[in-house]
């Protein structure tokens, strides 16, 4: 059974980080592209990063550019989102997807399977 499992979630006060980790079972990550999505309360989903299979590129939301970096350890079957500078706007329900086509995007109809989220709140 393939599965995707988030962890790492908490709460953190502004300017602070955490690192988020996205594990697989039932595949290999490393045949996939990873994108890590997040909802707040009473908005849509949105893409915030992801990682392609081919060649390892990597894609960040402008809001995030320069403070969160995505990241692959194939040994592990895990995907990790570094998060830093945290902000009150980045609080959030955060989920890793897996997309089978392996080319990375920010587009959330682009995956196949989701893990079950993980709570991110900043606040001071």
């Known amino acids: 059974q393939l599965q995707l499992v988030e962890s790492g979630g908490g709460l953190v006060q502004p300017g602070g980080s955490l690192r988020l980790s996205c594990a697989a079972s039932g595949f290999t990550l490393d045949t996939y592209a990873i994108g890590w999505f997040r909802q707040a309360p009473g908005k849509e989903r949105e893409g915030v990063s992801c990682i392609s299979s081919s060649d390892g590129s990597t894609y960040y939301a402008d809001s995030v550019k320069g403070r969160f970096t995505i990241s692959r350890d194939n040994a592990k079957n895990t995907v990790y989102l570094q998060m830093n500078s945290l902000k009150p706007e980045d609080t959030a329900v955060y989920y890793c997807?897996?997309?089978?086509?392996?080319?990375?995007?920010?587009?959330?109809?682009?995956?196949?399977?989701w893990g079950q989220g993980t709570q991110v709140t900043v606040s001071s």
């Open positions: 997807a897996a997309d089978g086509y392996g080319l990375g995007s920010l587009s959330t109809g682009m995956y196949d399977y």
